[in-house]
Nanobody, 127 residues
Framework: QVQLVESGGGLVQTGGSLRLACAAS????????MAWFRQAPGKEYEFVAA?????????YYGDSVEGRFTISRDNAKNTIYLQMDSLKVEDTAIYYC???????????????????WGQGTQVTVSS
C-alpha cells in the first residue's frame, strides 16, 4: 500500500514563504517522477512542479510558479519538498503531492498520469 502524506501548509502573507513536504511510504514504491499539483476553489487542478528520481534530478515547473518555487527531493527519506517563496494571493489552493512509477514514459504534467496521491494540504496567502 503506497501512502503519500503532505505537510507544511498554512496561512502566510503575500510575499512570504512556506515549505511543503511529502513523505512517501510503501515497501514497493519506487517513484520515477513525483510532482505537486494544486487546486484553487472552483478551478481545475494545476501542475506546479515535478522532479525525477533519476540521478539527473531534473525538475519541471508550471509557468505561474517558475522562479518562485523550488522542488527538491531526499531519496533516503523518500520525500519531496516544495519551497514556495514570494507567495501571491493567487497561490492559495490545496496542494497535492503525486507520484508515478512508469519508467517507460518521460515527464508528464497531466494529473491523470499520476496514480498515487496524497490527501492535500491547504495553503492560504493573505493580502
Amino acid at each position: 500500500q503506497v501512502q503519500l502524506v503532505e505537510s507544511g501548509g498554512g496561512l502566510v502573507q503575500t510575499g512570504g514563504s512556506l515549505r511543503l513536504a511529502c513523505a512517501a511510504s510503501g515497501r514497493t514504491f519506487s517513484p520515477y517522477f513525483m510532482a505537486w499539483f494544486r487546486q484553487a476553489p472552483g478551478k481545475e487542478y494545476e501542475f506546479v512542479a515535478a522532479i525525477t528520481f533519476m540521478p539527473s534530478r531534473t525538475t519541471y515547473y508550471g509557468d505561474s510558479v517558475e522562479g518562485r518555487f523550488t522542488i527538491s527531493r531526499d531519496n533516503a527519506k523518500n520525500t519531496i519538498y516544495l519551497q514556495m517563496d514570494s507567495l501571491k494571493v493567487e497561490d492559495t489552493a490545496i496542494y497535492y503531492c503525486a507520484g508515478q512509477v512508469d519508467r517507460t514514459r518521460g515527464f508528464v504534467n497531466n494529473r491523470y498520469d499520476y496514480p498515487y496521491w496524497g490527501q492535500g494540504t491547504q495553503v492560504t496567502v493573505s493580502s
